[in-house]
């Protein structure tokens, strides 16, 4: 059973890089044909996908986020990662890592405040 689980800074100050950690278990991110993403979801509103990266380190990426939101592996680790650069406020939200949206973690909160 593949599982993950996100880890990241807590607080982050405006103008600063997001960069989010997710680490697969069960699974190895290089063996399996997944797509492993991102989605986040803001107070009071619906998820919204992020970005994914396959094998070959093939990248996509929400139009809305595209530019300034970057998903690399650490395959050595098992482990995937999400950089959002020049945060806002607005982008306080649970952020989630996903296995071919099939399988997820239990999210991290990400606020971003100074």
């Known amino acids: 059973q593949v599982q993950l689980q996100e880890s990241g800074p807590g607080l982050v100050k405006p103008s600063h890089t997001l960069s989010l950690t997710c680490t697969v278990s069960?699974?190895?991110?290089?063996?399996?044909?997944?797509?492993w993403s991102w989605s986040r979801q803001p107070p009071g509103k619906g998820l919204e996908w992020m970005g994914a990266?396959?094998?070959?380190?093939?990248?996509y990426y929400s139009p809305s986020q595209r530019g300034r939101t970057s998903i690399s592996r650490a395959t050595s680790k098992n482990q995937f990662t999400l950089q959002l650069s020049s945060v806002t406020p607005e982008a306080t939200a649970v952020c989630y890592c996903?296995?071919?949206?099939?399988?997820w973690g239990r999210g991290t909160q990400v606020p971003v405040s100074s």
């Open positions: 069960g699974g190895s991110i290089t063996t399996n044909s997944y797509y």
């Open positions: 996903a296995g071919d949206l099939e399988h």
């Open positions: 990266i396959a094998n070959g380190d093939r990248t």
